[in-house]
């Protein structure tokens, strides 16, 4: 079979390798370098905390569990570190609704539980957390390096026999009589295919309706910013999230890369963010000084918005596409934590064209109507 994989971010860089591990001939086509869309913006914490309903978060925790055995597969280190995610609340309404969410991951069964604040000041050394009224961990949380991903599954899909071609835009599609899409037209000339996957972040809606298909997106935009290198602070519990210092600002998170420099985010893993100054990047940096005064002296860097690839209702869309038989699309928020399973399932209903039950509720010919989070 021949694959056209179009977009090499984490999803479409896993559906290229696990199609090509089977016994695909995979063509993985990037309009720019692997890995620098929303993919390279990323705080690639791989979890199913904040996620709802339980079909939602239960996808997420399938997927946290590959994460493993993925990233043993691409045999090399990637970044992959557990150790879970810690987070506290002095504010009493906040506090409070920390406690109720971690009430109902309990009786989700996901492995959370409140911690007094003397254990979070253990768990994670060097940190100042200040007054506590609530605290929880998360112990089967952790985060990866994407870029690491990308590079190595890119670089699977060629050890399999496959073909990369960066610097390669898909500008249209041909199809045939019965509306079947047998070539993909690029700046670098045409490819034949037997099918096309759409893995192509923000731009897949656009590519899909090239064949006719509404894949509607909302605008994400987030930051998060990074700093020089320092010695390893986190390397306990690896993702930290801390409380607004103040009414004003919001929540910041943090977590340490394997060169020793840290990335920073604010508000929850899908708050909207467009401020990529250096002066903003120093002031979040500030704010995680706030509470690990070891960060002292560090060197916040900016880095410009990325734009969350973000169905119009926030939830994946995963599958064929009516409006061409061999045309498969996805296209997804959280796609960090979702990449190993998305492969596994594509790979799945392409070559086996089995119909994954638990993906039912993803197909891309349902009704969209807009689902905002952002807190
Ligand atoms: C600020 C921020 C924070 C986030 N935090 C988290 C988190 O903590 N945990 C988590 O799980 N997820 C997080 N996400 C979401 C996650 O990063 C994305 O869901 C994931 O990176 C999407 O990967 P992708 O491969 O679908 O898209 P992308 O990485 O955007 O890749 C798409 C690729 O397609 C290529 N392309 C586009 N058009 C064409 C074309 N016509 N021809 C050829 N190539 C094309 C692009 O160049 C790009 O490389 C975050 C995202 C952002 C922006």
Known sequence: MKAVVIGAGIVGASIGYHLAARGADVTLIDKNKPGSGASSHSFAWINAGPKSPFEYHDLNRRSL??????????????????????????ETHRAEELRQRTKLLQDWGYPIREISSDSLCAMVPGLDPGPVSVAEYSEIEGHVEPPRVVGACVQKVSDLGGTVLINTEVLSFGR???????????????LECDVVVIAAGVDSSRLAAMIGADVPQQESPG????????????????????????????????????????????????????????QHATELLGRAT????????????????????????????????????????????SGVTLAPLIGQVASMEILDRADLVFMSSYRPNRKFILTVHDH
């Open 223 to 278: 930051v998060v910013v990074r700093t020089d290198a320092r010695p390893a602070l986190l390397s306990n519990v690896p993702v930290v999230y801390m409380p607004p210092i103040n009414q004003r600002e919001r929540q910041v998170h943090i977590r340490q890369l394997m060169d020793g420099s840290f990335m920073i985010g604010e508000g929850s893993q899908e708050s909207m963010a467009l401020d990529d100054s250096p």
């Open 290 to 333: 706030h509470y690990f005064p070891e960060l002292a002296g560090t060197e916040a860097i900016a880095e410009p918005v990325g734009y969350r690839p973000m169905p119009l209702d926030s939830y994946p869309v995963i599958g064929w596409t009516q409006e061409s038989s061999n045309v498969y699309i996805s296209l997804t928020h």
């Open 176 to 190: 045939d009589t019965q509306g079947k899409v047998n070539k993909v037209v690029t700046t670098n000339g045409d």
């Open 65 to 90: 569990e590959m994460w493993e055995r993925f990233a043993q597969k691409l045999n090399t280190d990637v970044g992959l570190r557990w150790g879970g995610k810690v987070s506290w609340e002095a």
